[in-house]
């Protein structure tokens, strides 16, 4: 079993920047796992953001963040980050981090077995 606790979300201006932070807590023998986030905007369906595979050694990035957008992960933390710079009123949404039982990169919703709670991002113009 899998639990991820997200903070560091809120209020930014347009062309700020935040860190996104997913605390997992593990009670598997199991240790390696790819992670992601995933946003939703108000009206509109999870959407993939960023992943990265087991061993940080891999990322992937939409198109809409890729550039602006960190992903990365510290295990001794058991800890995923997402920093996300030169941030736009469209970054706006509810965002999620998630964990998969596989341990590469997957940017479908359905790959991953385990959410955090979200958290809201607002980007103001």
């Known amino acids: 079993q899998v639990q991820l606790v997200q903070s560091g979300g809120g209020l930014v201006q347009a062309g700020g920047s935040l860190r996104l932070s997913c605390a997992a807590s593990?009670?598997?023998?199991?240790?390696?796992?790819?992670m992601g986030w995933f946003r939703q905007a108000p009206g509109k369906e999870r959407e993939f953001a960023a992943a990265?595979?087991?061993?940080?050694?891999?990322?992937d990035y939409a198109d809409s963040v890729k550039g602006r957008f960190t992903i990365s992960r510290d295990d001794a933390k058991s800890t995923v980050y997402l920093q996300m710079n030169s941030l736009k009123p469209d970054d706006t949404a509810v965002y999620y981090c998630?964990?998969?039982?596989?341990?590469?990169?997957?940017?479908?919703?359905?790959?991953?077995?385990?959410w955090g709670q979200g958290i809201q991002v607002t980007v103001s113009s």
């Open positions: 998630a964990a998969s039982r596989g341990a590469t990169l997957y940017i479908r919703p359905t790959d991953y077995n385990y």
């Open positions: 990265v595979n087991w061993n940080g050694g891999a990322t």
């Open positions: 593990i009670q598997s023998t199991r240790t390696t796992y790819g």
